[in-house]
DNA sequence: TCTGGGGTCCTAGGACCC
DNA sequence: TCTGGGGTCCTAGGACCC
């Protein structure tokens, strides 16, 4: 048996509140009722909210028109995304200090890995590293990171509720489950819904065997929860319920889509207007998989009704593309596929790109420029497609997302 | 004053190939 | 003439996370 592994989850406090406040201190800085989501007018939901609004039951995820209704003398203020970002990565740098295995789980969480640094912290205990982290995070940054220690990423995940600090506890911001003590941990403190994976559809499956918590799971044999659940979410419950998770932390992998998505101010049912902004949505795709020098095999368009169904559609070509000519042309086809199946009002429409290649690997003679078979009438790109967006990049780089537009159906205006 | 945007992963069926 | 599976790729839909 090898030695437990210390996993340790950084989560940062109030992220986009706290961002929010560091870059405007005298706006953002002394409002203690605040509210960070959606854009002003927008059909928003609540990113992140100050302790002082969730008293009045305002809670993250919840649609912004509502959490003003609930808390009236709240600001409500758009998510500062550059300064996030920036933060992010300031915390990361940090982070990265006392171990090279640090993975990104979103923009305010980190998995650490610090199995093997036992010698180089002189056997501390693990709280103690976290705390010493926390404290170099928020000497550096500013911004107050809660960590959550255990031998696997549940535990990490599940422990740091216990450790962030709210008003009227002595919490310190660390909280670790020793080795050994995961299954414990987890009957008595652990409610399902907490472990991540069990949404609220799950949720909904497992109140109908009147299982709530972890403990009530616990007396079932693995046989029965595959009966109730499935084989793989039987099995997966079960081991989920005595602690037993992935204990490894890998650095990112490689992005496998990228997309875009809008949601109109009001529906709209205006064909023209659907086109528009599909159009939009594809060109700004496919800058950023150049910007990001991937290429892309799949082409997927998004619609969202006002009864809030969802219906896709996705085309696969044979050969990777990048241009704004062969991302649009691909798109509109597969909006003008979804229209003829539905034609009602949409509320949301997106555009996303996936089978992702790295552009680099690109080899001359490797890609046919002729125009070759995918079902006839599909576009390939060309050379002069990709030599076009390119240019097109370098313009809007010098001045500006504005600067070249392109409609649906015409050429672009260069 | 109803319900975002950017992702990941899973399932299931059909096509196609060996 | 009848009867196979397994593997992979693609598409559509859906659950879930922050």
């Known amino acids: 048996m090898s030695d437990p592994r210390r996993i340790l989850l950084a989560d940062a406090d109030q992220f986009f509140v706290a961002v929010a406040r560091l870059v405007d201190p005298e706006g953002a800085g002394k409002t203690p009722m605040l509210i960070v989501g959606g854009r002003p007018g927008s059909r928003g939901v609540v990113c992140s909210a100050s302790y002082e609004t969730r008293v009045f039951g305002v809670r993250s995820g919840m649609p912004i028109a509502r959490a003003l209704k609930l808390c009236p003398q709240a600001t ?3 998510v500062p995304r550059g300064a996030c970002s920036k933060m992010s990565r300031a915390i990361r740098t940090v982070l990265e200090q006392f171990t090279p295995v ?3 789980a979103s923009i305010d969480e980190w998995y650490l890995d610090l199995t093997g640094t036992e010698a180089l912290y002189h056997h501390e205990a693990l709280a103690v590293t976290a705390a010493r982290i926390r404290a170099a995070v928020l000497d550096a940054t500013g911004l107050s990171v809660s960590f959550g220690g255990g031998t696997n990423r549940l535990i990490a995940k599940l422990a740091v509720e216990f450790g962030k600090m709210k008003p009227g506890t002595d919490r310190t911001g660390v909280f670790v489950v020793e080795p050994g003590q995961e299954a414990a941990f987890m009957k008595e403190r652990v409610a399902l819904a907490d472990i991540p994976g069990i949404g609220p559809r799950f949720q909904q499956a497992l109140a109908v065997r009147e299982l ?5 799971v616990l007396p079932h044999d693995v046989g029965a929860l595959e009966r109730w659940f499935g084989s793989r979410a039987g099995q997966w419950l079960w081991r989920r319920a005595r602690g037993v998770g992935d204990a490894t932390v890998t650095v990112r992998e490689p992005a496998k889509s ?14 023209a207007a659907i086109q528009r902004e599909v159009a939009g949505l594809a060109a700004k795709t496919g800058a950023d998989l150049r910007d990001h020098r991937l290429m892309a095999r799949t082409v997927t368009v998004k619609l969202k009704y006002t009864d809030f169904s969802i219906r896709s559609a996705s085309r696969t070509v044979k050969e990777a593309i990048e241009s704004d000519r062969a991302v649009t042309d691909l798109a509109m086809a597969l909006l003008a596929h979804l229209r003829r199946r539905r034609r009602a009002p949409i509320r949301l429409a997106g555009v996303g790109v996936s089978g992702l290649a790295d552009a680099a690997d690109r080899q001359a003679g490797l890609f046919d420029e002729s125009p070759s078979t995918n079902g006839g009438a599909s576009p390939v ?10 240019a097109v990049d370098v313009i809007r780089g010098k001045f500006g997302d504005g600067a070249v537009q392109r409609g649906p159906g015409r050429d672009p205006a260069v």
């Open 381 to 390: 790109e060309s050379l002069r497609d990709r030599r076009l967006s390119r």
């Open 76 to 78: 409500s203020i758009p």
């Open 212 to 216: 709530v918590s972890v403990a009530d």
């Open 258 to 271: 990228i997309s875009h998505e809008d949601t109109f101010r009001r529906d709209v049912s205006n064909e």
């Open 102 to 104: 640090v993975r990104g």
